[in-house]
């Protein structure tokens, strides 16, 4: 069998949780009146592999699966998207995660996840397949997937790949604290991998627990210190903030009502990536870019990731490249 390397040079790799987010059919009301829920496959680094993938670039994902139904549901969604499977590994060991999500009357939600264990955080290191690297455009991956279980072993394997192979790794804490029992260790956990990235998406609610900072003017200093190139911080409604350190950026938040935000901020991420990578840059390029390139690729995030939010679930709701242009946006 041919490489991903080979059939797709440039591409990004995800790695990390891939689950079902449990929809339900009524927003603004208690739990408990919700009658039904409709399934669809989500997991932040599956979400940005698709959003690329959407988008035209080509894109792979690392993780594993129950051998059940939603599992068998997932890797087919992101077939359909666009998103190689190939390396997705499927185990009886465990099942496929699930996420069942509250949606406010403003569309935003909160979670209550099934996965003790779920397969995917089962997924080790010598799963992941060094092969996929040489030629890739970059890694992806967030915090959920990096608790103390044998997934975040596999996450450290991955990104000593990309080093290897020059590939741009990015980094979206994405934090969910209901996952942990520690909030400390959380911190400390997130804080372990900001070193390790090229990129990091930081956003408003989640800058003073990870910097200790309020003002992300007074957190760079010490993330850029600490060897990350490009820091994304969003604003939600407010838009979005790119830095590197001689260039900064900003576009303004996509005006829209807000259906379901699930999965906006991963739309917004695929989005930028791709965007960077029709610009040509690299990891050695990465802290060149002006600040109307930094402008101009936060516009295109945040008008997709906006687009986003007028439908319900994630993967379904991301616009394509086609659309995007369309709708006067060009990758």
Same mark, same amino acid.
């Given at each position: ?5 080979n ?32 399934? +669809?496959?989500?997991?932040? *680094? =599956?979400? $940005? ?5 959407? #988008?035209?670039?080509? /894109?792979?994902? &690392? ?43 403003d ?16 997924? +080790?290191?010598?799963?992941? *397949? =060094?092969? $996929? ?5 970059? #890694?992806?991956?967030? /915090?959920?997937? &990096? ?20 590939v741009?790794?990015?980094?979206d804490p ?48 010490? #993330? ?5 190139? &490009? ?35 991963d ?10 990578q ?54």
């Amino acid at each position: 069998m041919n490489t991903m390397a080979n059939r797709y040079p440039g591409a990004l790799i995800g790695i990390g949780e891939a689950l079902i987010d449990m929809i339900p059919d009524k927003s603004g009301v208690a739990f408990s009146e919700i009658e039904n829920f409709a399934p +669809r496959t989500g997991g932040a *680094p =599956a979400n $940005v592999c698709a959003a690329f993938a959407k #988008l035209g670039g080509s /894109s792979l994902m &690392l993780t594993q699966l129950g051998d059940d139904l939603f599992g068998k549901k997932i890797a087919s969604d992101l077939e359909g998207a666009g998103v190689d499977t190939s390396h997705i590994l499927f185990t009886d060991e465990a099942n496929t995660a699930l996420a069942f999500v509250s949606l406010e009357p403003d569309g935003n939600r909160s979670f209550s996840f099934y996965r003790n264990p779920s397969a995917d955080m089962l997924y +080790r290191e010598e799963s992941v *397949p =060094a092969e $996929v690297f040489k030629g890739a455009f970059a #890694l992806h991956f967030c /915090s959920v997937s &990096l608790g103390d279980f044998p997934m975040k072993e596999a996450h450290i394997r991955a990104i000593e790949y990309a080093r290897t192979n020059g590939v741009i790794v990015s980094f979206d804490p994405n934090l969910r604290f209901m996952l942990w029992d520690d909030r400390d260790a959380l911190q400390k956990t997130v804080n372990e991998f900001i070193p390790r990235c090229d990129i990091l998406k930081i956003s408003d609610e989640e800058l003073e627990f990870i910097t200790g900072r309020s003002s992300i003017d007074d957190a760079l200093p010490a #993330l850029f210190d600490s060897g990350v190139r &490009l820091v994304l911080y969003t604003c939600g409604a407010e838009g979005a903030y790119a830095y590197t350190k001689s260039a900064s950026g900003y576009a303004p938040a996509l005006k829209v009502n807000a259906v379901d935000t699930t999965g906006a901020g991963d739309a917004f991420i695929g989005a930028f990536l791709r965007r960077l990578q029709s610009l040509g840059v690299t990891t050695d390029t990465l802290g060149d870019l002006s600040s109307e390139e930094l402008s101009e690729t936060l516009r295109f995030s945040c008008a997709y990731s906006g687009m986003s939010v007028t439908s319900t679930g994630a993967i379904p709701s991301y616009p394509s490249a086609s659309e995007m242009a369309d709708a006067g946006y060009e990758v």
